[in-house]
Antibody, heavy 123, light 111 residues
């Protein structure tokens, strides 16, 4: 059974660093891209970026380029999303999702999702 | 790359049908048969309901069906039930933005 299990909810202060994780099981981790999706309170789904766990190739959405770092560790079948300095506007639910296929120009829609990690940034 | 356009809301009575549209362009919805639909209940992860325009994953009731015409995909929920009340998002392969695109989301209310 394919599973993506994310780290738990976090409450952080502005300016603090943060790293959340997404551990995959039930399939060959290097064979599928992983994407990160932001959902701000009461809002829709936004792509942040994607990573190829096999070679760590990473693609960011323009809005998130330079704001976050996406990575993956094949040895632990885990993908990561990290910030160096959180802002209040980073308060959101963050989902990881498996992508069945990505070409050089796009990806198929996700087929499996993590349960989400709520990050709350407040002073 | 702009988000795919969905109506903000839709509603129906129990037992009725509701159809949600997802409008894109020729470089996403219209160009590929790779449209998926997700159901999301509050505080939960999106759940895959339809993939490749009209295919249902195992375990999804056949009350859910998908179709596409030109640049617009549609999700129909027949025989509405209380548990169908949720947000629904479409997503498509998009030939130019390196990751795909989501719809704006539709809140379905069972009245």
């Amino acid at each position: 059974e394919v599973q993506l299990v994310q780290s738990g909810a976090e409450v952080k202060k502005p300016g603090e660093p943060q790293k959340i994780s997404c551990k995959a099981s039930g399939y060959n981790f290097p064979n599928y891209w992983i994407g990160w999706v932001r959902q701000m309170p009461g809002k829709g789904l936004e792509w942040m970026g994607i990573v190829n766990p096999d070679d760590s190739d990473t693609r960011y959405s323009p809005s998130f380029q330079g704001q976050v770092t996406i990575s993956a560790d094949k040895s632990s079948s885990t993908a990561y999303l990290q910030w160096t300095s959180l802002k209040a506007s980073d308060t959101a639910m963050y989902f990881c999702a498996r992508l069945a296929y990505c070409s050089s120009t796009s990806c198929l829609p996700p087929d499996y999702w993590g349960q989400g990690a709520l990050v709350t940034v407040s002073s | 790359q702009s988000a795919l356009t969905q109506p903000p809301s839709a509603s129906g009575s129990p037992g009725q049908s509701v159809t949600i549209s997802c409008t894109g362009t020729s470089i996403d919805v219209g160009g590929y048969n790779y449209v998926s639909w997700y159901q999301q209940h509050p505080g939960k992860a999106p759940k895959l309901m339809i993939y490749e325009v009209s295919k249902r994953p195992s375990g999804v009731p056949d009350r859910f069906s998908g179709s596409k015409s030109g640049n617009t995909a549609s999700l129909t929920v027949s025989g509405l039930q209380a548990e169908d009340e949720a947000d629904y998002y479409c997503s498509s392969y998009a030939g130019s933005n390196n990751r795909g695109v989501f719809g704006t989301g539709t809140t379905v209310t069972v009245v």
